[in-house]
């Protein structure tokens, strides 16, 4: 996949929508950015690696929750809430507190239990699977949930949103026949491809993790190599080119990593396609199948943007803090050029609130026309109203980077703003409608 060009915004070596050498790019520090936009910030007083959300980094993180919970219903998930606490013993059984207690927080003795934050949700599903009887019938059975998790990272790696203790997962799990595996990853592929064309998010490459030497990994090799070779087929049959690298495997199995880098070249996984033949049989997980007796399942771990965190974090880098407008925390910024015109622009900020966009009120008592302009440097829409908007009921759109649209009835543009968002378009007006050039 190659980047798609985009348009230019205001104050290009901030926003770096314009064509950007990897120098401009560097300067998109998403910690800088969270908290010049005020989107997030931190506090010695509740910890490293403990980020806070502020309101506008809330609609971000909101918009992007409710993209993959629409997303996943579509494609027939259904979705789960799971607690975040569970008994030392659940993570012995998965292989967790082997393979995986350097990561994980000390267990709290409670009621004389050892309980322990979950590092993974994948435990918890398939204990959730496990306690209902399945028949062939009902596979593929897709269960999801945005859960947070806790991971033990020691300070000097911690960084901004891309490292950190408590992480809100979108996390999914397929529990399928093994005839079924190909089609289901797959079909996690290709939600992964639309989420990062919605996104404006291009993938650097995609990488098939495999293990490496040493004892962190599950010592089960056919138990590997079927799921390698799964894998394989998937990416193959894809047409995406990618790398194996060792070394790189969850301990439990082989997986798909779709990388993705910042400015300075620095790779991260922001989503992933997991094969695990590991835990349904630590779980002894089965189904009924057609001949009356019990299957093991395969278990297909899936997640579309990974943590939410670190997914925010990418793309403040991508986009310099000018979000493609589904995900903008405000949309639709309206300037009424004197007090006079500032109840019709209310009444216009109504009207968009009702069709379900963000839009606010930039009124005169915040300075001039132009620096209000300047303000709103990276709202999506622009309204200016004065006057004779306000006698036509007429809208004059300037968009973010300059270009203004010809006027129009305010419904008809109206419409094509939330047309455009709902859609999850990264573009901002993708067709040739008359414009006249930005300053």
């Not at 606010?360 to 200016?384: H, N």
Request: glycine share 10%; net charge negative.
């Amino acid at each position: 996949m190659s980047p798609k060009p985009r348009g230019e915004c205001p104050g290009a070596s901030f926003c770096g929508h314009s064509p950007a050498s990897r120098e401009e790019t560097t300067m998109h520090d998403h910690r800088r950015l969270g908290r010049e936009l005020n989107l997030f910030d931190t506090d010695p007083l509740i910890g490293a690696g403990l980020p806070y959300w502020l309101p506008d980094g809330a609609v971000v993180r909101h918009a992007l929750e409710e993209y993959v919970r629409a997303a996943e219903r579509r494609a027939g998930y259904r979705h789960v809430y799971s607690p975040v606490l569970g008994k030392r013993e659940l993570y012995e059984i998965s292989g967790h507190w082997a393979h995986y207690s350097d990561d994980m927080y000390p267990p709290m003795d409670i009621g004389g239990e050892q309980v322990v934050l979950r590092p993974s949700l994948c435990p918890h599903h398939a204990v959730m699977y496990r306690s209902r009887a399945h028949s062939y019938r009902e596979l593929p059975l897709r269960m999801a949930e945005l859960g947070a998790m806790y991971r033990s990272e020691l300070s000097g790696v911690l960084g901004g949103l891309t490292r950190v203790r408590a992480i809100q997962l979108n996390d999914a799990h397929i529990f399928c026949t093994l005839d079924q595996v190909a089609e289901e990853a797959a079909a996690s592929l290709e939600m992964i491809r639309r989420a990062y064309e919605a996104m404006d998010v291009v993938p650097v490459r995609y990488r098939l993790s495999l293990p490496g030497p040493g004892g962190k990994y599950v010592a089960a090799p056919e138990m590997w190599e079927r799921s390698t070779a799964l894998l394989t087929e998937v990416l193959d049959a894809s047409g995406l080119a990618y790398e194996a690298a060792e070394g790189e495997a969850a301990f439990y199995g082989p997986k798909i990593d779709v990388q993705v880098a910042d400015g300075s070249g620095r790779e991260s996984t922001l989503s992933t396609v997991q094969i695990d033949f590991h835990q349904p049989e630590r779980f002894d997980l089965h189904y009924i199948g057609p001949d009356g007796a019990k299957h093991r399942p395969v278990m297909i771990h899936r997640s579309v943007i990974g943590s939410v965190e670190r997914a925010v974090a990418h793309l403040l880098e991508r986009h310099g803090g000018a979000f493609p407008a589904w995900l903008a925390p405000v949309q639709v910024v309206i300037l009424p050029v004197s007090e006079g015109d500032v109840p019709h622009a209310e009444a216009l900020a109504a009207r968009c609130v009702a069709r379900g966009l963000r839009a606010e009120v930039s009124g005169p008592e915040r300075g001039t026309l132009g620096a209000r302009v300047r303000e709103a440097r990276l709202v999506p829409y622009q309204a200016v109203v004065g006057v004779r908007e306000a006698a036509d009921d007429r809208l004059a759109l300037r968009l973010r980077g300059g270009r203004r649209l010809a006027a129009a009835p305010a419904e008809g543009m109206l419409d094509r703003i939330e047309a455009l968002v709902g859609s999850h378009s990264s573009e901002l007006w993708p067709d040739a409608s008359p414009a006249v050039s930005g300053e």
